[in-house]
């Protein structure tokens, strides 16, 4: 079984910066990509992508925060991490960690961490 545990979120006002970690471990095989979703509060709200990094780190941005955000990894530690700049108060969500592991059978799941709150005041 792999665990996530997340840290870095909490209170900024807008145009601060926050940043995120996601530590991988337990039975860990090979991590694929790592990456973030995030949530905004309300009902009906849909999870939607915030960065992602694969294991050659080629990385992929949401619409939404492109420009503003870096992600990037320590593979050695099975960390990611998102360096966010310039929030918004529209940032303000519930951030889930992502991964995609291989076990040692090959196969592949997909873990979520609890999430972390950011709330960006205006």
């Known amino acids: 079984q792999v665990q996530l545990v997340e840290s870095g979120g909490g209170l900024v006002q807008a145009g601060g910066s926050l940043r995120l970690s996601c530590a991988a471990s337990g039975r860990i095989s090979r991590v694929n990509r790592m990456g973030w979703w995030r949530q905004a509060p309300g009902p009906g709200q849909p999870r939607e992508l915030v960065a992602e990094i694969s294991r050659d780190e080629t990385t992929y941005y949401g619409g939404s925060v492109k420009g503003r955000l870096t992600i990037s990894r320590d593979s050695a530690k099975n960390t990611v991490y998102v360096q966010m700049d310039s929030l918004k108060p529209e940032d303000t969500a519930v951030y889930y960690c992502?991964?995609?592991?291989?076990?040692?059978?090959?196969?592949?799941?997909?873990?979520w961490g609890q999430g972390t709150q950011v709330t960006v005041s205006s």
């Open positions: 992502k991964i995609s592991h291989t076990n040692e059978f090959l196969v592949e799941s997909t873990y």
